[in-house]
Every structure is written in C-alpha cells, then in structure tokens.
Nanobody, 121 residues
Framework: AVQVQESGGGPVQAGGSLRLSCVVH????????MTWYRQGPGNEREFVSE???????TYADSVKGRFTLSQDNAKNTFYLQMNSLKPEDTGLYYC???????????????WGQGTQVTVSS
C-alpha cells in the first residue's frame, strides 16, 4: 500500500512563491512516476507537471518557466517549486504516484488529499 501526503500550500500574493511537497509513505522502497494536478474553483482537474523515474519532467504550458518539479529519492519526496504565482494558479493541488520499479512495485499507486494554494491579486 502507498500513502501520499501533500503539504506546502497556503495564501500568497501574486508574484510570490510557494514550494509544495509530496511525500510517499510505503513499506516497500519503489521508484515512482509522479504527477501534480490542480483543480481551481469551478474548474475540472488539470495536469500541472510530472516527473518519471529517469528524472524527465513535463509541464503544462500555463506553468512552464515558472514551476519546477524535483525529487529527493532518499526522502521519497517530490517538490513543486512555484514562482511568479498568478491568481489563476489558485486551486487544490494533488499529487499522484505510480509505482514503476522494481516490478513488484507495479500497482503501488496512490493519490494525496491535496493542498490548497490561494493566490491573491
């Protein structure tokens, strides 16, 4: 079983920064693909960024150049550094992990409960 916990959200003024964390708790050590999603008020959940087990990152066009995704394998933690925040970045940010390696980790997937980011103008 995998448990995922996000933190680091909060209120911030436009132009400010926040760093979100996504910690993966599991009794088994695994390598994960990790994806950040967000859901703004009245909007559907949307893709923000992802990182695979090779460290390759992908970003939504709306956050490119402002957000940076990284990982600390020793801590089983992923970070989303968010700079130059805009009011439209407001939303509940979720992380999802998918176990990739070793093969026994396939199916070790999980979602966190989300952390709220509120950007005021």
């Amino acid at each position: 079983a995998v448990q995922v916990q996000e933190s680091g959200g909060g209120p911030v003024q436009a132009g400010g920064s926040l760093r979100l964390s996504c910690v993966v708790h599991s009794y088994t050590w695994c390598e994960y693909d990790m994806t950040w999603y967000r859901q703004g008020p009245g909007n559907e959940r949307e893709f923000v960024s992802e990182i695979d087990t090779d460290g390759l990152t992908t970003y939504a066009d709306s956050v490119k150049g402002r957000f940076t995704l990284s990982q600390d394998n020793a801590k089983n933690t992923f970070y989303l550094q968010m700079n130059s925040l805009k009011p439209e970045d407001t939303g509940l940010y979720y992380c999802k992990v998918e176990g990739i390696a070793p093969p026994a980790c396939r199916g070790f997937n999980g979602w966190g409960q989300g952390t709220q980011v509120t950007v005021s103008s």
